[in-house]
């Protein structure tokens, strides 16, 4: 069993920068892939990046590379999103989940946080 506490959203305006974090339990997080996903209102939950339980794959959907970057940290159990270059269209929940294959589809992950909210004001 895997807790995930997503943190670090707020209100910025576009062209800003945010880090969100999310704090997992357990001794095991290392054996954990990571993923990030957003959801607008109004619309489907999507893929934002993902990460091997290592650090050595990194993943990211089209509409965020090379303005976001996926890390982790598993001395702290703690996997992070740094977003550049924010746009409005970034605004949404942000969930962070953990499972067993470094994946962009929801249903590859097992435990999922309870999201934090990112606002880009134009």
């Known amino acids: 069993q895997v807790q995930l506490v997503a943190s670090g959203g707020g209100l910025v305006q576009a062209g800003g920068s945010l880090r969100l974090s999310c704090a997992a339990s357990?001794?095991?997080?290392?054996?954990?892939?990571m993923g990030w996903f957003r959801q607008a209102p109004g619309k489907e939950r999507e893929f934002v990046a993902a990460i091997s339980g290592s650090g050595g794959s990194r993943y990211y959907a089209n509409s965020v590379k090379g303005r976001f970057t996926i890390s982790r940290d598993n001395a702290k159990n703690t996997v992070y999103l740094q977003m550049n270059s924010l746009k409005p269209e970034d605004t949404a929940v942000y969930y962070c989940?953990?499972?067993?294959?470094?994946?962009?589809?929801?249903?590859?992950?097992?435990?999922w946080g309870q999201g934090t909210q990112v606002t880009v004001s134009s």
């Open positions: 357990g001794r095991t997080f290392s054996s954990y892939a």
């Open positions: 989940a953990a499972g067993s294959v470094t994946s962009r589809w929801e249903d590859g992950y097992n435990y």
